[in-house]
């Protein structure tokens, strides 16, 4: 760990910037293009929309980034030799907006209020909507670019009206208006998620340049000046809001039923035959590519499809190869076709060609049968289909099972839970010419009988009797003791506290350091764990937030207990400025001190923005994670950090969830794989772990630490477990952060069936687990008619630390520990399996195993 004393800004932060301005491109989907990229010149460009030079790099909450200077979208422009005519117009939409901020802040106030939450946590996730207002679009030149930016955070989601994912009227009129007066017209979508863009899709061009972190204006400038290439891939699904089929089945303050199933994004559009906005997978380059099937293989484990990609444009480019498989209708009814692979080729120059081979696992075609608690691949004929987007796939061939195979056998989880599902009667999509290539496909025929059926053993819950003896840490750490002879020889009470995070009031759920200054080892860090057994020797963890990079206090100071105690604030809603709230002003007026106080010995942490979540997946690359991965991990090490609280791969259900712009996709296989590929990168790096999170089914932000999602076991598996098991299954992330809501009425962090049965006996997961922020406190308001999880109940069920725990979590404890009439009664061995579980990887990232 590094203790920077200077503002200057370091060599590790150039780096970082001009990597994120590389890889940034890639991540930006270039959806209609009428020969307007690249532009053949700078020169005058008239500039206009709320993101112009209010660009937004990445959403609140904790997925956002402290950082030390952030490029927008006018300073971009101008870097690159661009002269703004729209200067007057920029100045007065800034007006507009502080006086919409203004009002909206006042309007807050009152519900707040109403609510009674506290403000600052009423604030969480709230953002201005988009102000209507009359300002004459006339800058000077031929060229015109809209940049239209959309913002949302945790706490809150988003909403189906204008100004959110609607257009207003003011933004739909505008974009028209200089679609037709300028030659040249770009729309530039600043966005995290969805924005329904339907009224102003045929304008010359849009690109989707998402909420790419900290390099944005420069990277979107080197697209524009064709210095750069667009090469992303959508990996959401876009249309009008009611066309979803989580349309009427989201947002519920108690119970949201997933009455799709498993027919989440395409898988439904495809199903039934809709024509999206945007389909998933697709999106454009400066030049063209074809994509011809030159190989199918396939044995009892794998499938390879060789392809050779040519660039057939006139510019350099990069492609994407999607891999497809429709599975035959069975006893289970099946998707038109499920994403099975995918590879993104190197930079082509034109005319260039390059062969790639994509392969994935025979049995990742299987269905999950709920009967037989099994995956099964029903006989027939498997199709692999082959494109460049999904609905742009041809037939590779096919794979033909003489009878069913089962692949897996496991337990089911969701025994009594009956979801009233949707029915879908519509014709499936297809295209001219499917059923001659259906006929005429290469078949592979395997034998199910030589398929390969995994079992596991399910493992039972022993009591470990306390050990009469002082164990000494520094003995575990030159491996004379064992973790578990450790753990073993803790009192109760030591116990209790390795099970929950550093806190230092004595209020429930602690308190201290997510707004304020509280002494940490790392300013604005997340959280830690105990200090109760720093006595002991025992080293911690420490945990700062992702994913668009670490959030961290960009200044601090040390206190004579070598704490550090951040003089900036690690979070913000960004509308603090508007509300006088008088803590807050407190707070920073006892910051400005510190600092006075501190004289020299005062650090700077500058860490950096990444692109947000979406916007890595949309680069369908592993290499873009890779360099995502290092800068994260690079810094960690740099700051001290040990655990990222990051990647976030849950599914984008519903356009309407705050937090998509944190996460991968509609499709657990891009999840899993983007996950993985970030996980790898960081755990590269000495003493760093990624904590993959919100383990699962938190797809909606209302009413969210008590909210239900009620869901079949098939959807469980297939689509919101899949890519937490892609993930683990690759590259064992070192932990994982379960959600605040509950599953099938039990609140993911106390279940057995998730932690236990399926993520450490199924899946072989060795990392630890930690609860989200807080779901153990029970003061939090809630308005419906579930209550708050219980901490007995995370660690009965393996949820290793409460994060960041209080007073009332350490008495629930250890009342469990004594109480048979407790509802989450514990025994000594359910402790201590926490706690060794938390001793190894405490081992493992400060370098001792
Ligand atoms: C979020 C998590 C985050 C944690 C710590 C919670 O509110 O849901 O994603 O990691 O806070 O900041």
Same mark, same amino acid.
């Given at each position: 760990?590094? =203790?920077?004393?200077?503002?200057?800004?370091?060599?590790?932060?150039?780096?970082?910037?001009?990597?994120?301005?590389?890889?940034?491109?890639?991540?930006?989907?270039?959806?209609?293009?009428?020969?307007?990229?690249?532009?053949?010149?700078?020169?005058?460009?008239?500039?206009?929309?709320?993101?112009?030079?209010?660009?937004?790099?990445?959403?609140?909450?904790?997925?956002?980034?402290n950082i030390r200077h952030f490029v927008n979208i006018e300073e971009g422009l101008e870097n690159a030799g661009f002269e703004i005519t729209t200067k007057a117009w920029l100045n007065a939409y800034d007006e507009i907006l502080d006086k919409a901020k203004r009002i909206f802040a006042e309007e807050l106030k009152v519900k707040a209020k109403e609510s009674g939450m506290p403000l600052f946590m009423f604030l969480m996730g709230k953002t201005v909507p988009e102000p209507d207002y009359e300002l004459l679009?006339?800058?000077?030149?031929?060229?015109?670019?809209?940049?239209?930016?959309?913002?949302?955070?945790?706490?809150?989601?988003?909403?189906?009206?204008?100004?959110?994912?609607?257009?207003?009227?003011?933004?739909? =009129?505008?974009?028209?208006?200089?679609?037709?007066?300028?030659?040249?017209?770009?729309?530039?979508?600043?966005?995290?998620?969805?924005?329904?863009?339907?009224?102003?899709?045929?304008?010359?061009?849009?690109?989707?340049?998402?909420?790419?972190?900290?390099?944005?204006?420069?990277?979107?400038?080197?697209?524009?000046?064709?210095?750069?290439?667009?090469?992303?891939?959508?990996?959401?699904?876009?249309?009008?809001?009611?066309?979803?089929?989580?349309?009427?089945?989201?947002?519920?303050?108690?119970?949201?039923?997933?009455?799709?199933?498993?027919?989440?994004?395409?898988?439904?559009?495809?199903?039934?035959?809709?024509?999206?906005?945007?389909?998933?997978?697709?999106?454009?380059?400066?030049?063209?590519?074809?994509?011809?099937?030159?190989?199918?293989?396939?044995?009892?484990?794998?499938?390879?499809?060789?392809?050779?990609?040519?660039?057939?444009?006139?510019?350099?480019?990069?492609?994407?190869?999607?891999?497809?498989?429709?599975?035959?209708?069975?006893?289970?009814?099946?998707?038109?076709?499920?994403?099975?692979?995918?590879?993104?080729?190197?930079?082509?120059?034109?005319?260039?060609?390059?062969?790639?081979?994509?392969?994935?696992?025979?049995?990742?075609?299987?269905?999950?049968?709920?009967?037989?608690?099994?995956?099964?691949?029903?006989?027939?004929?498997?199709?692999?289909?082959?494109?460049n987007c999904s609905r742009n796939t041809h037939i590779a061939g096919a794979v033909e099972l003489d009878r069913d195979a089962v692949t897996e056998k496991v337990r089911n989880i969701c025994e009594g839970i009956v979801v009233d599902e949707k029915q879908f009667l519509n014709t499936p999509i297809s295209y001219e010419g499917e059923a001659d290539e259906m006929a005429g496909a290469y078949v592979i025929e395997i034998e199910a009988g030589e398929i390969a059926c995994a079992e596991h053993t399910y493992?039972?819950?022993?009591?470990?009797?306390?050990?009469?003896?002082?164990?000494?840490?520094?003995?575990?750490?030159?491996?004379?003791?064992?973790?578990?002879?450790?753990?073993?020889?803790?009192?109760?009470?030591?116990?209790?506290?390795?099970?929950?995070?550093?806190?230092?009031?004595?209020g429930a759920g602690g308190g201290a350091g997510v707004i304020g200054n509280a002494g940490m080892l790392v300013a604005g860090a997340a959280g830690e764990t105990t200090h109760r057994l720093d006595d002991i020797g025992m080293e911690g963890l420490i945990m700062a937030d992702g994913p668009a990079g670490l959030r961290l206090s960009t200044c601090y100071t040390l206190g004579e207990d070598g704490m550090a105690k951040s003089a900036t604030m690690p979070f913000s809603t960004g509308l603090e400025d508007?509300?006088?709230?008088?803590?807050?002003?407190?707070?920073?007026?006892?910051?400005?001190?510190?600092?006075?106080?501190?004289?020299?010995?005062?650090?700077?942490?500058?860490?950096?923005?990444?692109?947000?979540?979406?916007?890595?997946?949309?680069?369908?690359?592993?290499?873009?994670?890779?360099?995502?991965?290092?800068?994260?991990?690079?810094?960690?090490?740099?700051?001290?950090?040990?655990?990222?609280?990051?990647?976030?791969?849950?599914?984008?259900?519903?356009?309407?969830?705050?937090?998509?712009?944190?996460?991968?996709?509609?499709?657990?296989?891009?999840?899993?794989?983007?996950?993985?590929?970030?996980?790898?990168?960081?755990?590269?790096?000495?003493?760093?772990?990624?904590?993959?999170?919100?383990?699962?089914?938190?797809?909606?932000?209302?009413?969210?630490?008590?909210?239900?999602?009620?869901?079949?076991?098939?959807?469980?598996?297939?689509?919101?477990?899949?890519?937490?098991?892609?993930?683990?299954?690759?590259?064992?992330?070192?932990?994982?952060?379960?959600?605040?809501?509950?599953?099938?009425?039990?609140?993911?962090?106390?279940?057995?069936?998730?932690?236990?049965?399926?993520?450490?006996?199924?899946?072989?997961?060795?990392?630890?687990?930690?609860?989200?922020?807080?779901?153990?406190?029970?003061?939090?308001?809630?308005?419906?008619?579930?209550?708050?999880?219980?901490?007995?109940?995370?660690?009965?069920?393996?949820?290793?630390?409460?994060?960041?725990?209080?007073?009332?979590?350490?008495?629930?404890?250890?009342?469990?520990?004594?109480?048979?009439?407790?509802?989450?009664?514990?025994?000594?061995?359910?402790?201590?399996?926490?706690?060794? =579980?938390?001793?190894?990887?405490?081992?493992?990232?400060?370098?001792?195993?």
């Amino acid at each position: 760990m590094r =203790r920077i004393h200077t503002k200057a800004m370091q060599q590790f932060e150039k780096e970082h910037i001009n990597a994120v301005r590389t890889i940034s491109p890639e991540c930006m989907v270039l959806l209609k293009n009428e020969g307007v990229l690249p532009l053949d010149r700078t020169g005058k460009i008239a500039l206009y929309g709320s993101g112009a030079r209010n660009t937004i790099k990445g959403g609140t909450g904790s997925g956002d980034v402290n950082i030390r200077h952030f490029v927008n979208i006018e300073e971009g422009l101008e870097n690159a030799g661009f002269e703004i005519t729209t200067k007057a117009w920029l100045n007065a939409y800034d007006e507009i907006l502080d006086k919409a901020k203004r009002i909206f802040a006042e309007e807050l106030k009152v519900k707040a209020k109403e609510s009674g939450m506290p403000l600052f946590m009423f604030l969480m996730g709230k953002t201005v909507p988009e102000p209507d207002y009359e300002l004459l679009p006339e800058g000077e030149g031929d060229t015109a670019i809209y940049v239209l930016a959309r913002n949302s955070g945790e706490g809150t989601d988003r909403a189906d009206v204008p100004g959110d994912i609607r257009l207003t009227e003011t933004e739909i =009129r505008d974009i028209c208006i200089l679609n037709e007066r300028y030659e040249k017209f770009l729309l530039v979508l600043n966005v995290g998620g969805m924005v329904d863009i339907s009224p102003v899709k045929d304008v010359k061009a849009v690109l989707l340049l998402s909420q790419p972190g900290i390099a944005a204006g420069d990277a979107l400038a080197d697209v524009i000046i064709g210095k750069a290439y667009p090469s992303g891939k959508m990996t959401m699904t876009w249309t009008a809001v009611s066309d979803y089929p989580s349309a009427n089945d989201f947002g519920d303050i108690n119970d949201t039923f997933y009455r799709e199933g498993i027919y989440v994004g395409y898988r439904y559009f495809d199903r039934t035959g809709k024509t999206p906005v945007y389909p998933f997978g697709y999106g454009l380059g400066y030049t063209t590519f074809s994509v011809e099937t030159k190989r199918l293989e396939a044995d009892t484990k794998t499938v390879t499809v060789t392809v050779a990609v040519k660039n057939t444009g006139k510019a350099a480019g990069k492609e994407v190869v999607q891999v497809y498989y429709s599975a035959p209708e069975g006893r289970l009814d099946k998707p038109y076709q499920e994403l099975a692979a995918y590879a993104k080729t190197g930079e082509l120059e034109p005319g260039m060609e390059q062969e790639m081979s994509v392969s994935f696992d025979l049995a990742s075609m299987s269905s999950f049968d709920e009967e037989s608690a099994s995956y099964v691949l029903e006989k027939g004929r498997y199709y692999i289909r082959v494109g460049n987007c999904s609905r742009n796939t041809h037939i590779a061939g096919a794979v033909e099972l003489d009878r069913d195979a089962v692949t897996e056998k496991v337990r089911n989880i969701c025994e009594g839970i009956v979801v009233d599902e949707k029915q879908f009667l519509n014709t499936p999509i297809s295209y001219e010419g499917e059923a001659d290539e259906m006929a005429g496909a290469y078949v592979i025929e395997i034998e199910a009988g030589e398929i390969a059926c995994a079992e596991h053993t399910y493992s039972e819950d022993t009591c470990a009797l306390p050990l009469d003896e002082i164990i000494l840490w520094e003995d575990v750490k030159k491996g004379k003791r064992t973790t578990e002879e450790f753990a073993a020889s803790l009192g109760d009470e030591q116990l209790a506290y390795l099970c929950i995070g550093a806190y230092k009031d004595a209020g429930a759920g602690g308190g201290a350091g997510v707004i304020g200054n509280a002494g940490m080892l790392v300013a604005g860090a997340a959280g830690e764990t105990t200090h109760r057994l720093d006595d002991i020797g025992m080293e911690g963890l420490i945990m700062a937030d992702g994913p668009a990079g670490l959030r961290l206090s960009t200044c601090y100071t040390l206190g004579e207990d070598g704490m550090a105690k951040s003089a900036t604030m690690p979070f913000s809603t960004g509308l603090e400025d508007y509300m006088e709230i008088p803590e807050m002003e407190r707070l920073k007026e006892a910051m400005k001190k510190q600092v006075e106080d501190a004289g020299e010995q005062v650090y700077y942490q500058y860490s950096t923005a990444i692109p947000v979540g979406t916007a890595i997946a949309q680069s369908w690359s592993e290499e873009v994670c890779s360099a995502c991965g290092d800068i994260a991990g690079r810094e960690m090490e740099l700051f001290g950090v040990n655990l990222w609280l990051a990647p976030g791969l849950n599914i984008q259900r519903s356009p309407l969830c705050g937090r998509n712009f944190e996460y991968y996709s509609e499709d657990p296989v891009i999840s899993g794989n983007i996950s993985a590929a970030i996980t790898a990168s960081v755990q590269k790096h000495a003493g760093c772990g990624t904590t993959i999170k919100h383990y699962m089914c938190n797809n909606q932000e209302t009413n969210r630490f008590f909210s239900n999602s009620v869901v079949n076991e098939r959807a469980i598996r297939e689509i919101y477990l899949k890519g937490f098991e892609i993930c683990v299954r690759k590259t064992q992330p070192h932990a994982l952060m379960t959600s605040y809501n509950l599953l099938n009425g039990e609140h993911t962090c106390s279940s057995k069936a998730l932690l236990k049965q399926i993520l450490r006996d199924e899946w072989g997961f060795e990392g630890i687990v930690m609860s989200d922020w807080r779901v153990t406190s029970s003061m939090r308001k809630n308005n419906g008619k579930y209550s708050c999880a219980s901490a007995a109940g995370c660690v009965k069920a393996g949820n290793d630390i409460i994060m960041p725990g209080g007073d009332e979590d350490r008495n629930d404890i250890l009342s469990a520990l004594n109480d048979g009439a407790h509802p989450y009664p514990l025994n000594r061995g359910d402790l201590t399996a926490c706690a060794k =579980r938390i001793c190894d990887m405490v081992l493992k990232l400060h370098g001792v195993i």
